[in-house]
């Protein structure tokens, strides 16, 4: 088969924030057999708000962050990708040319899943040496899994001489994660890291996979990411869960209102009138996508006029809707928000990602900064186990390629 085609802009231009020279010497510490060619970077995602609405048709609001995985890759001639994580300090090994089911361990499925779906697509992989160090929290909410991926196969792609336009790459890195790793995530996290744009939004309408660049004028404003450190082990049950009362109210729903495609078509007055046949759970499950929704696409218009105050109140409606609505909170998140939301300056917060843990944004004049650190310090870090993790991040271009 012929190999897959593309422009050269993959993928915006790349960015290096760690030490490039150090991660070479790290490489060769792993891989004396090999020389790093090639060095993928892939970032990291926040979104502002949209959550748990990508698998209901909805719209979401994601930036590419400027926290990123990188990538480096060597040829071999043994026929065989040989990956190390930085992460997790392991290393595995599969055919270039059949790559194998999923395995362990666990993290190396993302990157087999999209090995072999590049086979599969009839892109003729080389053997390679591939070094993986991360600045996107593992677990945190910000989409290490979709970084992974898509520097991967970046990096493949690379050492490959191949090259693939980027919303079919975005398509793959998600169809690995649902083959290999098991993971019913919608189509965000891959879409923002590969089309992310500095100083913008991403708005996506998750159904027609139409999108927009919307500026993102932070100005005197810094995006502060508030991360709990933890992962309550309910979250992990409990999305297929949630996805199923989706589906569920939208079948109960369709049967007043046949002409409903998905939850992204319904209204808060469909609900009403529906309210006793959906039942209580479902019917806030599905309130909260139907608001979030309208909430994500007022998002969209009130950036686009530069009004963060009002995207500041939106955030904190989101979160109290994915808390009291969704139940994806926890007690961490929701004092994380509840501290942000004590300090002038700060405009909104919410959770981000998943939820049960993870990771909380605020969106905080820049001169509030270190009080909003300073009260997390005094009124979070001293009552849960473990201290938040706080950080600015800021907007930036998706995933890229360079040589060494």
């Known amino acids: 088969m012929a190999r897959a085609t593309v422009a050269p802009r993959i993928l915006g231009e790349a960015t290096t924030v760690v030490n490039q020279g150090d991660l070479v010497t790290r490489y060769r510490g792993v891989f004396a057999d090999a020389t790093a060619v090639v060095q993928a970077r892939s970032p990291g995602r926040i979104n502002l708000i949209g959550e748990h609405v990508d698998y209901n048709d909805g719209f979401v609001l994601p930036i590419a962050m400027a926290q990123a995985l990188y990538v480096l890759a060597g040829p071999s001639e043994d026929g065989q990708i040989a990956v190390h994580s930085t992460a997790f300090d392991q290393t595995v090994s599969f055919s270039a040319d059949d790559p194998g089911p999923a395995g362990a361990p666990a993290w190396a499925n993302y990157v087999r899943g999209v090995a072999a779906l590049l086979v599969k697509q009839g892109i003729r992989l080389t053997g390679g040496r591939l070094f993986i160090h991360s600045e996107v929290p593992v677990g945190g909410g910000v989409s290490s899994s979709a970084a992974l991926e898509v520097g991967t196969a970046l990096a493949l792609l690379a050492l490959a001489g191949a090259r693939m336009e980027p919303v079919s790459l975005a398509l793959l890195a998600r169809q690995a994660e649902h083959e290999y790793a098991n993971s019913p995530c919608g189509i965000m996290d891959q879409f923002i890291c590969v089309l992310g744009r500095a100083e913008h939004a991403l708005l996506l309408d998750c159904r027609s996979r139409e999108y927009q660049q919307i500026p993102l004028p932070l100005h005197d404003t810094a995006i502060v990411v508030m991360n709990t450190q933890v992962k309550h082990s309910i979250g992990a049950s409990q999305y297929p869960v949630r996805q199923r009362q989706c589906r569920e109210g939208l079948a109960s729903l369709q049967s007043a209102y046949p002409q409903l495609g998905s939850l992204r078509d319904a ?107 300073n009260a997390i310090a005094r009124e979070y870090d001293t009552r849960f186990e473990k201290p938040a993790m706080v950080y600015t991040t800021s907007a930036t271009d998706g995933a890229s390629t360079q040589t060494i």
Do not use: K, N
Request: proline share 1%; with cysteine.
């Open 267 to 373: 209204t808060e007055a469909m609900l009403e009138a529906q309210r006793d046949r959906l039942g209580a759970v479902v019917f806030r499950r599905c309130r909260h996508v139907v608001t979030e929704i309208a909430r994500t696409r007022q998002a969209a218009d009130v950036l686009r006029r530069g009004d963060l105050q009002t995207l500041g109140r939106l955030m904190y409606a989101s979160h109290a809707s994915l808390r009291d609505d969704y139940a994806v909170s926890c007690p961490e998140l929701d004092h994380l928000v509840a501290t942000a939301q004590s300090v002038d300056g700060v405009w909104g917060a919410r959770m981000t990602g998943g939820g049960f843990g993870g990771c909380a944004i605020a969106l905080v004049q820049r001169q509030a900064v270190d009080a909003l650190r």
